[in-house]
């Protein structure tokens, strides 16, 4: 069954990349693994063979067909959907111990990405990316790919593995290598909602400093930013870009609210 081109479909075929996947998602025995994009299956047969229970979420009918006939488990859900018009709550509900995972197309990865951080439900995010969107998010201070996608999913998550994925290992083969990361979620007290938008603001202005950056965002505690800034003799005039991901929660956790 051919690929579509519009839905940035590009099934993986290597069974070794793909058992190495499997075994470096954390937690399946005792987990429910969502599922974005299984495609024809090749990590789905295998996940529902060892996880708790999986829900898939493909958007492509043709696909649904071939799922339904190769998948017949009690523990595998299929559902015929837009993942970007499903509220989590329609699927997860009050499960526990979530595990998402997905080969995620191109022009929805950095949008599902936010979807899945702004929820705390879910543990883990276990993703195939485009290899330069690998690389922003692992990206240094002071780099062009340093920005809000860096930023916010390194305060969040912590790296627990990284596989990289060649374009040889697709079917139709990319023109760009990919990689597959596993991202364990990290415990704060911190509301999640209040402090992506503050990563959001600062990052609102390329190459603006930090302040007006903020100043510019209306972000109400820009004020309080300035001070810390000048208390941690830090220059008022930093870019965000210049600022580590822990100085960022730092700066975050002194406002008064948390």
């Known amino acids: 069954m051919n690929s579509k081109k519009t839905l940035g479909q590009n099934f993986l075929i290597d069974k070794n990349k793909i058992n190495s996947i499997v075994d470096s998602i954390p937690f399946l025995e005792n987990s429910t693994i969502l599922e974005v994009g299984p495609g024809r299956g090749a990590l789905t047969k295998p996940l529902v063979e060892k996880a708790k229970e999986v829900i898939s979420i493909e958007i492509d009918e043709n696909m649904i067909s071939v799922l339904k006939k190769t998948i017949i488990k009690n523990n595998f859900t299929l559902i015929h ?33 936010f979807k899945v951080a ?21 990206s240094k201070t002071n780099f062009k790919t340093y920005g809000r996608l860096t930023v916010s999913i390194g305060s969040l998550f912590s790296l627990e593995k990284k596989i990289n994925v060649p374009a040889g290992c697709f ?3 990319p023109k760009v290598d990919s990689g597959f990361i596993v991202l ?3 415990k704060f007290n911190f509301d999640i909602d209040d402090y992506l938008f503050f990563i959001k603001c600062s990052f609102a202005m390329k190459r603006k400093t930090l302040i007006n950056s903020l100043k510019k965002s209306n972000y109400e505690f820009s004020d309080l930013v300035l001070k810390y800034l000048i208390k941690n003799n830090i220059k008022i005039n930093i870019r965000s870009e210049e600022i580590e991901i822990k100085t960022f929660l730092k700066i975050f956790e002194s406002f008064p609210c948390q």
């Open 118 to 138: 702004y929820d705390n439900r879910f543990d883990s995010m276990s993703v195939m990316l485009q290899k330069e969107l690998v690389d922003r998010i692992f």
């Open 184 to 186: 364990k979620r990290r």
């Open 81 to 113: 959907k837009d993942i970007l018009d499903i509220e989590w709550d329609d699927v997860i509900k009050n499960k526990k111990s979530i595990q998402f995972v997905s080969n995620l197309p191109y022009y929805i990865s950095t949008k599902i990405m």
């Open 171 to 173: 079917k139709p083969k």
